[in-house]
T-cell receptor, first 113, second 117 residues
Framework: GQNIDQPTEMTATEGAIVQINCTYQ??????LFWYQQHAGEAPTFLSYNVLDGLEEKGRFSSFLSRSKGYSYLLLKELQMKDSASYLCAVRDRYGGATNKLIFGTGTLLAVQP | NAGVMQNPRHLVRRRGQEARLRCSPM?????VYWYRQLPEEGLKFMVYLQKENIIDESGMPKERFSAEFPKEGPSILRIQQVVRGDSAAYFCASSPLLSTSGTAEQYFGPGTRLTVT
């Protein structure tokens, strides 16, 4: 089956660091994505991991361990505008086309002053 | 360079009516994906299309739902005889031609919020 787990909600303080975890069990794997989604808006791409290790992009970093089926998104120097849902998604395989995304339910992050 | 466009942004239908949701992919993109987001739930894959072809419809309900991506014009997600449970946000994403590994980035549109009364 296909299963992606992430915490439902998290709270953090402005200026701090927060780590959002994601575990997955999927029949196929061809990369893991993190998206940010503000209420009522489209998901926007944050990061992509296909090999094990850490990818850093400004204040955002994402880590992947394929053997453990585990990823995390690290947000540094939190700002109020970072309050949003963070979606973990695994790219599945379907025949010869490997582009279907399977999403977790998202983690709602609230940044407090 | 315009992004993925969806219209309408909000759609209200009575039970039993038809809903038509449109998606225009980013310029140069030939692949379209439809996802549904129910309240308090994650995005669920529905269907993956290329021009004039349905590649993967494993997430589409068996009845009342259909999708197309014609040679000319936008992709259409059609829901016949809508019921209250169809109320959700429907997001479209597009991507360019797949790479040799069969992958490509997906860019999301702003979504259509369907309300069935």
């Amino acid at each position: 089956g296909q299963n992606i787990d992430q915490p439902t909600e998290m709270t953090a303080t402005e200026g701090a660091i927060v780590q959002i975890n994601c575990t997955y069990q999927t029949s196929g794997f061809n990369g893991l994505f993190w998206y940010q989604q503000h209420a009522g808006e489209a998901p926007t791409f944050l990061s992509y991991n296909v090999l094990d290790g850490l990818e850093e992009k400004g204040r955002f970093s994402s880590f992947l361990s394929r053997s453990k089926g585990y990823s995390y998104l690290l947000l540094k120097e939190l700002q109020m505008k970072d309050s949003a849902s963070y979606l973990c998604a695994v790219r599945d395989r379907y025949g010869g086309a490997t582009n279907k995304l399977i999403f977790g339910t998202g983690t709602l992050l609230a940044v407090q002053p | 360079n315009a992004g993925v466009m969806q219209n309408p942004r909000h759609l209200v239908r009575r039970r039993g009516q038809e809903a038509r949701l449109r998606c225009s992919p980013m310029k140069g993109h030939s692949h379209v994906y439809w996802y549904r987001q129910l309240p308090e739930e994650g995005l669920k894959f529905m269907v993956y299309l290329q021009k004039e072809n349905i590649i993967d419809e494993s997430g589409m309900p068996k009845e009342r739902f259909s999708a197309e991506f014609p040679k000319e014009g936008p992709s259409i997600l059609r829901i016949q005889q809508v019921v209250r449970g169809d109320s959700a946000a429907y997001f479209c994403a597009s991507s360019p031609l797949l790479s040799t590994s069969g992958t490509a980035e997906q860019y999301f549109g702003p979504g259509t919020r369907l309300t069935v009364t």
